[in-house]
């Protein structure tokens, strides 16, 4: 069973070695990137479960909510496949984005992929997902004065019932 814990990210604490600490360790675990294969071994329906509430909590609360358990379960699930790509990289962790936010707009990303294959049922990449997971972890930040032209694109994007299309032509699809 997963365990809600505070955040140990703070405005001072993250920075990207830590987005690097997250991040290569799942991309060296499987070859181009793609991850989520790691593991043959299926998870209970309650497991499932467990897993698309912490996605939840964390989507709605990032800083009270640690996402290591999400980022585990997607390398070590066959129920999930999260390709990470160029097109991730541009939106979460830009050279505009403060460091404290890029990792938990990434982990976002993550949280919103996962949640959306499991909700489906398909162990098939969903970067519409992820984004959708960005946004939310984007507009639990905005209080805090985060305020970053691309996610707003994004979140217009969103509003405007495009963001299929949005998302499509960021793919070269």
Excluded at 10 to 23: D, E, G, I, N, Y
Excluded at 24 to 37: E, I, K, N, Y
Excluded at 85 to 110: C, E, N, Q, R
Aim: aromatic share 6%; with cysteine; glycine share 8%.
């Amino acid at each position: 069973m997963l365990a809600l814990r505070a955040s140990p990210w703070s405005p001072t604490a993250v920075s990207r070695r830590w987005l690097a600490a997250l991040v290569f360790p799942v991309l060296l675990s499987v070859p181009s990137c793609a991850t989520g294969r790691g593991s043959s071994a299926e998870n209970s329906p309650n497991e499932l479960r467990d897993v698309i509430d912490l996605c939840d909590a964390f989507l709605a609360m990032p800083e009270a909510v640690d996402p290591a358990p999400i980022v585990r379960f997607m390398t070590d699930s066959p129920e999930v496949r999260v390709v990470l790509a160029p097109h991730t990289d541009g939106v979460a962790t830009g050279d505009a984005i403060p460091k404290w936010a890029s990792s938990m707009l990434f982990a976002g990303y993550i949280a919103g992929n996962v949640r959306t294959q499991l909700v489906a049922g398909k162990a098939e990449d969903s970067p519409v997902g992820g984004y959708r997971g960005v946004l939310s972890v984007y507009r639990a930040l905005q209080p805090k004065g985060l305020s970053i032209a691309a996610i707003d694109e994004l979140d217009a994007a969103e509003r405007d019932g495009g963001l299929d299309a949005w998302v499509a032509a960021r793919l070269g699809a």
